[in-house]
């Protein structure tokens, strides 16, 4: 098929296709595409041509704005080290644990998913996905805490995994250039906080680069700051993340033999389901269903909005509750966190010290040489570590521990 004035055109065979699109120039039919996408998505969507950027940027380019945007997080660095970060359970050895790498991509299904049934742009939903979760630091969220403790030690802000996945992909990446992604990206990387239950979801619309600046200042100061998507794509990814990990860490605490799984709640189990498939299933089926009013609707109307119904949403809540109580608060569950808060504050104070060295001209040690001058201009020596550690995947981290001295954990084999 090809596209015409936003129309889809099937033309009689494939001569008249290969002649069609021969004729064309590629930022011709990406007009074209953007066109159709239009026709396409409801009205509540945003569309790709309406991605906004701090620096404008040479229009040549082929793609569409977000796909563009997917493209380069998956090309990022920061991605790449996804392969070796905590989801949840940390210092085991089995290869059928999620780790960071497989939960973004669930999100991104679960999340193309949703938004291909509400009309909304699966290519927006894509790029949020993928990069909500690289400024996690290693060990996940245990680490985050330990990192925080750190950072306030040292006259930063609290350490907050979403921040610094804004951080990495608009300030570290590229030398400290960043990729100059999208606003809507950006914020819906910002806004992703999936561990915050929210029933409906409604977005802040019409935020700027500033108003973002300025959430985001605000989110440094309290953390519990309610920052809200500027989109419906956003307020989706916001949901598919706890739906892409609320019945997979269940279906990570059974495969190690850490819980049973008749021990679920059984009003949530009935009604849900008792394993990861039926969990996401029920989930994104009721959310479809009970959102299906942002396709006829207008911006600001009753219907701009998603969530589930009452009564999947009070499970969920329960369900949640027993994942907290059950598998994340769990001592029994926990890896040697007290050899891995020794390991984060002894590199804290190890590269803080090289860095003070590196900036006085008294020795060269090496240490993020990649980075820009503007890099370093625009970071004191506090926020070099805060970057250089959270940047780590775990076993890089033990590695560098152990070079300085530290008496570091062991992974630990259970049920493969």
């Known amino acids: ?99 960071r790498v497989l939960h973004v991509q669930l999100v991104s ?102 108003d973002l600046d300025r959430e985001i200042f605000s989110k440094m100061d309290d953390s519990d700051y309610p920052a809200l998507p500027m989109s419906l794509e956003g307020c989706v990814v916001r949901l598919a993340d706890t739906i892409g990990y609320i019945g997979r860490d269940i279906e990570d605490a059974v495969e190690l033999e850490l819980i049973d799984r008749c021990e679920i709640p059984e009003n949530c189990s009935k009604r849900l389901g008792s394993s990861n498939g039926a969990i996401v299933y029920n989930l994104v089926t009721d959310l479809i269903e009970n959102s299906l009013g942002v396709r006829n609707a207008q911006i600001g109307e009753e219907g701009d909005c998603i969530g589930f119904s009452a009564d999947v949403s009070e499970l969920l809540l329960a369900l949640k509750r027993f994942n907290y109580e059950r598998i994340y608060k769990n001592p029994a569950f926990k890896p040697d966190f007290i050899r891995i808060r020794h390991c984060y504050e002894a590199m804290f104070s190890h590269y803080i010290e090289m860095i003070a060295s590196e900036r006085s001209g008294s020795k060269s040690t090496g240490l993020l040489r990649s980075m820009s001058d503007y890099y370093w201009s625009q970071h004191n020596d506090a926020a070099i570590v805060r970057d250089y550690l959270s940047g780590m995947t775990d076993d890089y981290f033990l590695r560098r521990a152990k070079e300085i001295g530290c008496d570091i954990p062991v992974r630990k084999c259970l049920p493969n």
């Not at 990022?76 to 999620?98: E, G, P, W």
């Not at 350490?159 to 990206?185: A, P």
Request: net charge neutral; glycine share 8%.
């Open 1 to 99: 098929m090809v596209f015409e004035g936003g129309r889809v055109v099937v033309p009689a065979d494939q001569a008249s296709i290969r002649k069609t699109f021969g004729e064309r120039k590629l930022p011709d039919i990406k007009i074209a595409l953007d066109d159709a996408e239009r026709a396409r998505l409801s009205a509540t969507a945003i569309p790709s041509s309406q991605g906004v950027r701090r620096r404008e940027e040479d229009a040549g380019d082929h793609r569409q704005a977000f796909a563009q945007d997917a493209d380069r997080i998956l090309h990022s660095r920061a991605y790449a080290r996804y392969i070796d970060k905590t989801q949840v359970f940390s210092l085991i050895d089995n290869d059928h644990i999620t780790h």
């Open 109 to 210: 299904r679960i999340g193309r998913t949703i938004g291909r049934y509400l009309g909304l742009n699966e290519d927006l939903i894509e790029a949020i996905a993928l990069g909500h979760d690289i400024g996690h630091p290693p060990f996940g969220h245990e680490g985050e805490r330990i990192l925080g403790e750190l950072c306030l030690k040292h006259g930063l802000p609290s350490f907050q995994h979403n921040i610094q996945s804004v951080q990495f992909l608009d300030k570290v990446e590229r030398k400290g250039k960043g990729w100059n992604l999208t606003l809507q990206v950006l914020d819906g990387i910002f806004c992703h906080d999936g561990e915050t239950h929210s029933a409906v979801l409604r977005p802040r619309r019409s935020k700027t680069f500033l």
